[in-house]
């Protein structure tokens, strides 16, 4: 397992669009990702589980992978958030 702790960055926070992002390059991965937020663990490949978190510009989240991929997809989702998501 491996875990790491994001900013967001982007204005609107975890939004419908950056969502779908992070949803199209997790699911990807073979691995197990999941996003923390308050202790609160929601499953990375599932757009509905992400913006339940509501999560908002300048919150810290973590990710948290899981299996066979897992640092591959750590460090590839690491990077997508610190890029704002693309946008």
Do not use: Q, W, Y
Request: charged residues 25%.
């Amino acid at each position: 397992m491996c875990i790491a702790e994001i900013i967001l960055k982007n204005e609107a926070g975890l939004h419908a669009r950056p969502a779908s992002v992070l949803v199209k390059m997790a699911t990807g991965f073979k691995c197990n990702v999941n996003l923390i937020k308050n202790g609160r663990k929601c499953n990375a490949k599932s757009i509905i589980s992400i913006l339940s978190l509501g999560a908002k510009s300048g919150e810290t989240l973590f990710i948290e992978t899981d299996g066979e991929d897992e640092k591959k997809a750590l460090d590839s989702l690491v990077e997508l958030a610190n890029n704002n998501f693309g946008e």
